[in-house]
């Protein structure tokens, strides 16, 4: 079974600040995917960013970049430029096999407040 | 508006009623899925939907059920509500007919308490 480990339960940083959230996973498998999603306070869960094990460059979506190494199995969301809207709980996950579900397995989270 | 829409996003009952909270999507997916979210025990998977006639249990089904009404419909039911079932549940989505690892993309939520 995949396992995910966010290490940071919560983190604070100044506004415009770049901040990076950790994250190491465990697999046995060869192709696999990993996923950041992001849950304000509000309660939705929204997807940020995605990066497959076989991706030659690290993912980027605007200001969400993936600083992916595979060799330590560790998949770290980075944020540049942090804005006030920031301030949310951020989860990575990646898909297990679950009787053919593949659903989603996710870390325990880390919460990011962003600071003015 | 929102392609994964979850209704109602709150609700509050007593114990033994009868709830259903419904889904759904304009994303044209395949797959569905129901979760609930308790603090410190993440999301665990309550049912799944591969296609209409594809209904399938999650990890923690007991005391839920299902209907996919469509492919862009899909309902959780809760036949006779207890206190532990209070949760925030998600409904979710996923393409199918894409290679590779597909995203899952989640509604807004249902705050459920169970008084």
């Known amino acids: 079974a995949q396992k995910i480990t966010q290490t940071q339960p919560g983190m604070f940083v100044q506004e415009k600040e770049a901040v990076t959230l950790d994250c190491t996973y465990d697999t046995s498998d060869q192709s696999y995917g990993l996923f950041w999603y992001k849950q304000p306070s509000s309660g939705e869960m929204i997807f940020l960013i995605y990066q497959g094990s076989y991706d030659e460059q690290n993912a980027t979506e605007g200001r969400y970049s993936l600083n992916f190494q595979k060799a330590r199995k560790s998949a770290n969301l980075v944020i540049s430029a942090s804005q006030l809207g920031d301030s949310a709980m951020y989860f990575c996950a990646m898909r297990d096999n679950f009787q053919g579900a593949q659903k989603l397995v996710f870390g325990q989270g880390t919460r990011l407040t962003i600071n003015p | 508006d929102a392609d994964v829409t979850q209704t109602p996003r709150n609700r509050i009952t007593k114990t033994g009623k009868r709830i259903m909270l419904e889904c759904s999507q304009t994303k044209g997916h395949d797959r569905m899925y129901w979760y609930r979210q308790d603090p410190g025990l993440g999301l665990r998977l309550i049912y799944y939907s591969f296609d209409v006639k594809d209904i399938n249990k999650g990890e923690i089904s007991d005391g839920y059920s299902v209907s996919r009404q469509a492919q862009a419909k899909f309902s959780l039911s809760l036949e006779s509500a207890i206190p532990n079932q209070t949760a925030l549940y998600f409904c979710?989505?996923?393409?199918?007919?894409?290679?590779?690892?597909?995203?899952?993309?989640f509604g807004d939520g249902t705050r459920l308490s169970i008084l």
């Open positions: 979710a989505t996923s393409d199918g007919s894409q290679r590779g690892n597909q995203p899952q993309h």
